[in-house]
C-alpha cells in the first residue's frame, strides 16, 4: 500500500494484494488530513505454511493511522512454520500510527514475525506490538509453542532499534523472573516524534495505574518513547497503550485523542 498527500488530503495512491489479506475500506472520520486504513485477512488466523507480507509506504505529508477488525490467531501447526513480514516505509513530514490488534498464539504454534520501519527526520511514528501466549479463557497455555520474533527501526543510515525475540513454550525463560516471569501477555509501545522529551516522559509515567499483577515502563532510548507491559491481560495492555496513545496524539500535534470506532464494535 502506498499513501500520499495532494489537494489538502492524505490518500490511498496505490494497493496490490494476492490472496486473502486486503484494506477492508479507507475512512476519514478526522477530516480529509488523516486516512484510517482497517487491514482484514477473512481467514482470522494464520496456518502453518501461511505467509503474510504487509508493505506500508507512506509518502511526503500523508498521515495514515492503520488497524485490524480484530486479533490475529496463530495456529497450531503440525510441523510448517507461519511467517509474518511487514516494512513501513516514511517520508519527510509523514506520519502513520501502526495500531494493530493482538496477536494470539495457540500452543503448538510455529511463527516468525519480522518488522522493518525506515523512518525520516521529520516523520512521526506511533505503534504498538501486543503478543498472547496461549489461550487463558480456554485454559489453554503456552507449552509446546515456538514464536521468532524481529523489530527493526532505521532513521536514515542509522538504526534505533534491532530488537531480536525467541520464545520457546519448553524453555525456563517462560518462567524466570527475569523472563516472562510465568506471565502470559508481552506488549510494547512505541513513538518516534522530534518533540519527544525526557520532560514528557516523566508525565507519561504518571498516567500509569498500578497493577499488583502486571509490570510495566517507560524509557526514552535513541529518540524513541518505549512502553513495555508484561502480564495476563491483552486488554489491560491494550487500555494502559490506548491511554499513552491518546495522551500523546494532542501534545505531539498529531490529532484529537479519538479511538477508531472499529475498536468499539
Same mark, same amino acid.
Given at each position: 500500500?502506498?499513501?500520499?498527500?495532494?489537494?489538502?488530503?492524505?490518500?490511498?495512491?496505490?494497493?496490490?494484494?494476492?490472496?486473502?489479506?486486503?484494506?477492508?475500506?479507507?475512512?476519514?472520520?478526522?477530516?480529509? +488530513?488523516?486516512?484510517?486504513?482497517? $487491514? &482484514?485477512?477473512?481467514? /482470522?488466523?494464520?496456518? =502453518?505454511? !501461511? *505467509?503474510?507480507?504487509? @508493505?506500508?509506504?507512506?509518502?511526503?505529508?500523508?498521515?495514515?493511522?492503520?488497524?485490524?477488525?480484530?486479533?490475529?490467531?496463530?495456529?497450531?501447526?503440525?510441523?510448517?512454520?507461519?511467517?509474518?513480514?511487514?516494512?513501513?516505509?516514511?517520508?519527510?513530514?509523514?506520519?502513520?500510527?501502526?495500531?494493530?490488534?493482538?496477536?494470539?498464539?495457540?500452543?503448538?504454534?510455529?511463527?516468525?514475525?519480522?518488522?522493518?520501519?525506515?523512518?525520516?527526520?521529520?516523520?512521526?511514528?506511533?505503534?504498538?506490538?501486543?503478543?498472547?501466549?496461549?489461550?487463558?479463557?480456554?485454559?489453554?497455555?503456552?507449552?509446546?509453542?515456538?514464536?521468532?520474533?524481529?523489530?527493526?527501526? +532505521?532513521?536514515?543510515?542509522?538504526? $534505533? &532499534?534491532?530488537?531480536? /525475540?525467541?520464545?520457546? =513454550?519448553? !524453555? *525456563?525463560?517462560?518462567? @524466570?523472573?527475569?523472563?516472562?516471569?510465568?506471565?502470559?501477555?508481552?506488549?510494547?509501545?512505541?513513538?518516534?516524534?522530534?518533540?519527544?522529551?525526557?520532560?514528557?516522559?516523566?508525565?507519561?509515567?504518571?498516567?500509569?495505574?498500578?497493577?499488583?499483577?502486571?509490570?510495566?515502563?517507560?524509557?526514552?532510548?535513541?529518540?524513541?518513547?518505549?512502553?513495555?507491559?508484561?502480564?495476563?491481560?491483552?486488554?489491560?495492555?491494550?487500555?494502559?497503550?490506548?491511554?499513552?496513545?491518546?495522551?500523546?496524539?494532542?501534545?505531539?500535534?498529531?490529532?484529537?485523542?479519538?479511538?477508531?470506532?472499529?475498536?468499539?464494535?
Amino acid at each position: 500500500m502506498s499513501f500520499d498527500f495532494a489537494q489538502n488530503k492524505s490518500r490511498l495512491l496505490s494497493k496490490r494484494h494476492y490472496g486473502p489479506l486486503r484494506i477492508q475500506k479507507t475512512l476519514y472520520p478526522e477530516g480529509d +488530513k488523516i486516512c484510517h486504513v482497517i $487491514l &482484514l485477512h477473512p481467514p /482470522g488466523g494464520v496456518a =502453518g505454511g !501461511d *505467509s503474510l507480507t504487509i @508493505s506500508l509506504d507512506v509518502q511526503q505529508g500523508a498521515h495514515v493511522l492503520a488497524t485490524q477488525p480484530g486479533a490475529t490467531k496463530w495456529y497450531k501447526s503440525a510441523g510448517l512454520s507461519a511467517k509474518q513480514d511487514i516494512f513501513i516505509r516514511l517520508s519527510e513530514e509523514s506520519t502513520l500510527e501502526w495500531l494493530p490488534q493482538e496477536n494470539i498464539f495457540f500452543d503448538n504454534t510455529k511463527s516468525t514475525i519480522t518488522t522493518s520501519v525506515e523512518l525520516t527526520k521529520n516523520s512521526i511514528f506511533f505503534t504498538w506490538d501486543i503478543n498472547c501466549f496461549g489461550r487463558r479463557l480456554s485454559n489453554e497455555t503456552f507449552k509446546q509453542g515456538e514464536l521468532s520474533t524481529r523489530y527493526r527501526i +532505521k532513521l536514515e543510515d542509522k538504526w $534505533l &532499534l534491532n530488537e531480536q /525475540g525467541f520464545f520457546l =513454550g519448553t !524453555d *525456563s525463560f517462560m518462567n @524466570s523472573p527475569v523472563g516472562m516471569a510465568k506471565k502470559s501477555v508481552w506488549a510494547t509501545f512505541m513513538v518516534y516524534h522530534p518533540l519527544l522529551t525526557p520532560e514528557l516522559m516523566i508525565e507519561c509515567r504518571q498516567l500509569v495505574a498500578e497493577e499488583k499483577e502486571s509490570f510495566v515502563g517507560l524509557t526514552l532510548n535513541n529518540g524513541i518513547l518505549f512502553a513495555r507491559y508484561l502480564g495476563d491481560s491483552s486488554e489491560s495492555a491494550k487500555n494502559y497503550f490506548i491511554t499513552l496513545w491518546q495522551f500523546l496524539r494532542p501534545i505531539l500535534s498529531v490529532g484529537q485523542p479519538n479511538s477508531p470506532r472499529i475498536w468499539r464494535t
